[in-house]
């Protein structure tokens, strides 16, 4: 297991760091998790350290899995609402006595605290597609402490680590594995890009067949695709995007199914900025939603992924969710995935916050 180059480093997405440094934090991740079932106190691994979390959207999992994960490593999840501080601003986006220029906050809280986690996308910055991740960028330039991504508008490399993690849990490899992420119709259509990107750079990035399914006006990132093209590559592995909801499961071992943003929804030039034109396209896919029939097609110890909140009755039907239990076939691994998210966090923060 290799553990130097993780000291003092940011968090900001996959593609920053290798496959063999990915290894590493799932081993430590698992090393924590029994730790964790087997409650021995590792309370010294972070003691007394504060980690800064700066919520601008709403969480259920990232939140409590980052407090209670580093209350068990010993240290404390300091919670801050961006409107309830001066709203951490980049320049020219500022208002007199109402915000505070990031810079100003990152050199701040580094005299203070030991990791800085930020989680932004979407309406705080407008939907100018990058407008977060350049705000996460520019916390990480001013910032003597890490700098942990809790969901961009690019990458959600905390959800995708858990994610892999859950994988590994269930199939013991990655070898082999057909990991399918699928567009899923749902109502709302504000919904960022940052989980399915950072799943296929997970996936690929460890060696599974990876495919990625959706409509053609909900692609994604250009360079997103590339990267998981280069990750097959060195995999000598698969990565294959397709047009076809039901034909994209046939065996798959992976089922991942969830919404993301048509591209009109993003600012120009990326977008058009019409969330109209957004609901139609997303109204002519309705059809793109998990059944227990589309699963009976895929594995036979296929399992049911989703980051949650899932959005039932639309993305997936609730027997699908909610088919959990281990009598055989296809189950749904989203509580272990949710879990995992805790034991993924912890083993990052270990390793940049108190590695060696
Ligand atoms: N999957 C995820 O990030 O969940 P929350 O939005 O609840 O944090």
């Not at 010993?74 to 320049?91: C, M, Q, S, V, W």
């Not at 994988?167 to 399915?196: C, D, L, N, Q």
């Not at 076809?244 to 993301?260: L, R, S, T």
């Amino acid at each position: 297991m290799k553990t130097d180059g993780f000291k003092g480093r940011d968090y900001m997405t996959l593609l920053d760091w290798s496959k063999e440094q990915v290894e590493s934090m799932l081993e430590v991740a698992f090393d924590l998790k029994r730790r964790f079932a087997l409650r021995e106190p590792h309370d010294h691994i972070l003691r007394a350290q504060t980690l800064f979390m700066l919520f601008y959207n709403q969480s259920l999992r990232t939140r409590n899995s980052f407090e209670a994960g580093m209350t068990q490593l010993g240290g404390h999840a300091h919670f801050l609402d961006p409107n309830k501080i001066y709203t951490p601003a980049l320049e020219g986006k500022e208002v007199a006595y109402s915000t505070e220029r990031v810079s100003d906050v990152a050199r701040v809280l580094s005299r203070m605290g030991d990791a800085i986690a930020i989680r932004c996308y979407g309406d705080p910055v407008d939907w100018v597609y990058g407008g977060a991740h350049a705000l996460m960028e520019e916390f990480a330039r001013w910032s003597d402490i890490p700098v942990i991504n809790m969901e961009c508008d690019k990458y959600h490399p905390c959800q995708a680590l858990a994610d892999i993690m859950t994988v590994k849990e269930y199939f013991g490899t990655f070898k082999g594995i057909k990991f399918v992420m699928s567009w899923a119709y749902s109502p709302s259509v504000h919904k960022p890009r940052a989980v399915p990107q950072s799943a296929v750079i997970a996936a690929s990035l460890m060696g599974c067949e990876t495919v990625l399914a959706h409509p053609p006006e909900m692609e994604l990132d250009p360079e997103v695709i590339a990267a998981c093209k280069a990750n097959a590559g060195m995999n000598g592995t698969t990565f294959t995007v397709t047009h076809d909801f039901e034909k994209a499961f046939e065996g798959a071992h992976v089922v991942y199914p969830k919404a993301w943003a048509a591209t009109p929804i993003f600012q120009p030039p990326v977008g058009e900025n019409d969330p109209d034109k957004t609901q139609q396209i997303f109204d002519k896919y309705k059809s793109w939603k998990m059944t227990s029939e589309i699963m009976d097609t895929a594995a036979r110890d296929a399992i049911y992924m989703h980051c949650l909140p899932a959005d039932r009755g639309w993305e997936v039907d609730n027997d699908v969710m909610d088919r959990t239990d281990v009598a055989g076939g296809w189950r749904s691994a989203i509580f272990d995935e949710a879990e995992n998210r805790m034991h993924a966090q912890k083993a990052v923060m270990s390793l940049i916050m108190g590695g060696r």
